[in-house]
């Protein structure tokens, strides 16, 4: 059993400062041979499995690269185009989705939960009564977390015929709970299952299970192939996920077939699992938006799922809008960054508005000792940029 599961999905960032200003003119690629060395001695100093790297601009993928196996005691390399699970940096994808309905009319920002339920109303708690689509995706609903193990496990055993009609009753149960509070200075409370309502909120107004609206949404336009749970749950040859077992040290091979996964229910909230070639193209998408490109996305949409609750007179605090923590530098750049894991995999993700570049790093790992790895590349190959 998997010790103290005490974050499913995960969000945090920490300031980056260059010292000096640069401009998307110095941002070229790196030397392959300098990135795949940094990735070695990041494999072997931790004894992280494998991991991959891609370093873009919104027009150009400037280096990509991956290392490592695909399960650990194995030959078995990870390919360039093998999937990975994103955790919670799958929240700007559902948000996404979102920016889509609301540009075609289905739902609005501000649409409230008791609008799309009406039949919710009188059997929930009222303090969710003015609650709107933007206030659960910003993590500002103030409905609790499930961000920890203990509270799936306390979970009612929610039926039905298919995912939607389990969101469905998981929705309905979950507003009738107490409140949690919000942060006092960042003013959210990061909530998982904010995500669920949400997405069921859109399932409602367009009929369509969440799986196959994000599908239509954004994995089709972009032409991704995304799956939903472990990537190696479907085809055992993807990469598998890794952890540290109870009462051991070392590090342990999950098993995609196994016990522990991500209850379908929540899967809005961050179970997406994609290459990081296709998850790029994302990433790109966003780039361009938010130096004012309209592609899938009109770039206004694109700057409210980005800066929607920024404050600008508190420009170090770390604000989260719709799937994006975002913060300005002491130089004045504008970062969108996301970290997500559900334990056996880890993914970093960090956007430059100004010098329209951006950085992702995957392992298939998400113990501590991988996350610090993969810190630390990332902390390299910004080096090698300042």
Same mark, same amino acid.
């Given at each position: ?143 609790? %977390? ?59 107004? %367009? ?180």
């Amino acid at each position: 059993m998997k010790k103290n599961i005490t974050l499913i999905l995960i969000f945090g960032f920490s300031v980056i400062a260059y010292g000096q200003r640069l401009s998307p003119e110095k941002i070229k690629p790196i030397c392959q041979d300098m990135l795949i060395k940094y990735m070695q001695q990041t494999l072997h100093d931790l004894k992280i499995p494998g991991i991959t790297v891609s370093i873009f601009n919104g027009n150009k993928v400037l280096n990509e690269a991956v290392l490592g196996v695909r399960r650990l005691n194995s030959n078995d390399s990870i390919k360039l185009n093998d999937k990975f699970h994103l955790g919670s940096c799958g929240k700007a994808m559902t948000g996404f989705v979102a920016g889509r309905l609301v540009e075609k009319g289905l739902i609005r920002w501000d649409t409230k939960v008791f609008d799309v339920f009406p039949e919710f109303k009188d059997s929930s708690n009222v303090a969710y009564l003015n609650v709107t689509l933007s206030e659960l995706l910003s993590h500002r609903s103030k409905v609790r %977390t499930f961000g920890e193990d203990d509270e799936w496990a306390l979970l009612p055993n929610f039926k039905g015929q298919d995912n939607m009609e389990r969101r469905h009753n998981f929705s309905k149960w979950l507003l009738r709970q107490e409140t949690v509070e919000l942060d006092s200075i960042k003013k959210y409370t990061y909530s998982n299952a904010g995500y669920t309502v949400a997405a069921h909120m859109m399932e409602k107004v %367009t009929e369509k299970s969440w799986e196959n609206l994000i599908n239509e949404e954004l994995f089709k336009p972009l032409n991704i192939n995304a799956s939903f749970g472990w990537p190696a749950l479907s085809d055992k040859n993807q990469p598998w996920g890794h952890w540290i077992l109870d009462n051991d040290s070392k590090l342990t091979i999950h098993s995609p077939n196994g016990d522990y996964k991500m209850d379908d229910i929540i899967t809005p909230a961050g179970n997406y699992s994609l290459s990081i070639i296709d998850y790029t193209k994302f990433l790109q998408l966003n780039l361009l938006g938010i130096n004012g490109t309209d592609t899938i996305l009109k770039s206004s949409t694109y700057d409210y799922l980005h800066y929607c609750n920024f404050v600008p007179e508190k420009p170090l605090v770390g604000w989260y809008s719709i799937g994006w923590g975002v913060y300005r530098t002491p130089e004045s750049y504008m970062i969108s960054t996301h970290d997500g894991s559900a334990c056996t995999f880890y993914c970093y993700t960090l956007l430059f508005k100004e010098l329209n570049f951006g950085l992702v790093i995957i392992t298939n790992a998400g113990e501590d000792e991988s996350i610090k790895g993969v810190k630390k590349l990332k902390n390299k190959i910004l080096k090698y940029y300042k």
